[in-house]
């Protein structure tokens, strides 16, 4: 007898999501599993908004943005009683087994469920590129790739003023969508929280890149350090140095995938069903070294941030490269 699988998307959304969930849904069908859509994550979950799912439902899926199943950021489910209202739920359904994508706060959800006798399997879907147990998220190239895009546009009217810019790009407390932005964009300087950055120094760099013809000065500033207007400001306090700043912000997390993220997204969908199959729990999937590989959540989210330390690595190609 096949599966009963839900599956639901949780915290904030990422282009590719819904390329994960049509893989998800096809390849159970495909094995003689039911699927369930849960609409809202752990908050649906929680009050029953759930759906059977049929192979026509996904269609047209992986070139959209955003989720079909929506999302929500939903605390209550730490406490005992927001778990306890979605295995009833569970159970009323009749869903053994639950697909879960999203960040870490979604793991955590998941890891507990598991807990429970709810046999779970995470997929990694954030802009951020900030999960454990996988180098590479759902979103992240699509959302580096936007903001390129706007990066770019931005650099036209900084070299035609000659002006210094100051772009803040998204990522939480990580430095990933900077560090990948700023060396695809030849951004001058790239402040991350994972690498301290001293005011003179970053002053001192772009009068050198001044004297040496640069025509603009690209600061490409990653959220978790600080916002973008107080970086200004910091600069401010140095005579002249009028920074524009361009907060890219939430476009970042919309439009249609990119190659790279429907395929990751189609391989972990198929893999996640592949592992409900083998009877594992509590587990997620992720990529490494172009492996589809699985890790045990507890054990991921234990372990600091992603999986690869390549982005201070970078971080330290950028500095020599762009002066
Ligand atoms: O986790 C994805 C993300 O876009 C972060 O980069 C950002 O800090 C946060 O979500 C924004 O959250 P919200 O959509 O709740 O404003």
């Given at each position: 007898m096949g599966k009963r699988i839900g599956v639901l998307t949780s915290g904030g959304d990422a282009p590719g999501?819904?390329?994960?969930?049509?893989?998800?849904?096809?390849?159970?069908?495909?094995?003689?599993?039911?699927?369930?859509g849960i609409r809202y994550g752990y908050r649906g979950l929680a009050e029953g908004d759930i759906f059977q799912m049929a192979?026509?439902?996904?269609?047209?899926?992986?070139?959209?943005?955003?989720?079909?199943?929506?999302?929500?950021?939903y605390p209550?489910?730490?406490?005992?009683?927001?778990?306890?209202?979605?295995?009833?739920?569970l159970k009323k359904h009749g869903i053994d087994s639950l697909v879960v994508i999203g960040?870490?706060?979604?793991?955590?959800?998941?890891?507990?469920?598991?807990?429970?006798?709810?046999?779970?399997?995470?997929?990694?879907?954030?802009?951020?590129?900030?999960?454990?147990?996988?180098?590479?998220?759902?979103?992240?190239?699509?959302?580096?790739?936007?903001?390129?895009?706007?990066?770019?546009?931005?650099?036209?009217?900084?070299?035609?003023?000659?002006?210094?810019?100051?772009?803040?790009?998204?990522?939480?407390?990580a430095g990933d969508i900077a560090v990948w932005t700023g060396i695809g964009s030849g951004a001058e300087q790239i402040i991350i929280p994972e690498a301290e950055f001293n005011m003179d120094?970053?002053?001192?760099?772009?009068?050198?890149?001044?004297?040496?013809?640069k025509k603009h000065s690209i600061i490409i500033l990653a959220e978790g350090v600080m916002e973008g207007h107080e970086f200004a400001d910091k600069l401010y306090e140095y005579d002249d140095y009028h920074a524009r700043v361009t907060v890219l912000g939430h476009v970042q997390r919309g439009g249609a995938p990119t190659a790279r993220d429907r395929v990751l997204a189609a391989q972990f969908g198929f893999k996640a069903v592949e592992l409900l199959h083998e009877g594992a729990s509590g587990v997620c999937v992720g990529i490494s070294g172009e492996k589809i590989i699985s890790t045990d959540i507890n054990e991921a989210l234990q372990s600091k941030g992603h999986s690869h330390t390549s982005q201070v690595d970078l971080y330290n190609i950028n500095s020599e490269i762009s002066f």
């Open positions: 999501m819904n390329a994960a969930i049509r893989a998800v849904v096809r390849k159970a069908i495909h094995d003689g599993d039911e699927v369930f192979e026509r439902d996904v269609s047209d899926l992986t070139a959209r943005g955003g989720t079909m199943l929506y999302t929500a950021r209550e489910f730490q406490d005992e009683e927001g778990r306890r209202l979605a295995i009833e739920q960040g870490d706060g979604s793991y955590r959800g998941a890891a507990s469920l598991a807990a429970e006798g709810i046999q779970t399997v995470g997929i990694p879907g954030t802009i951020d590129n900030d999960i454990p147990g996988t180098e590479y998220t759902i979103g992240f190239d699509t959302a580096c790739n936007t903001a390129l895009e706007a990066i770019d546009k931005i650099r036209d009217t900084a070299t035609s003023h000659l002006r210094t810019f100051v772009i803040e790009v998204m990522g939480r407390n120094e970053i002053v001192a760099n772009i009068e050198e890149g001044q004297r040496r013809g």
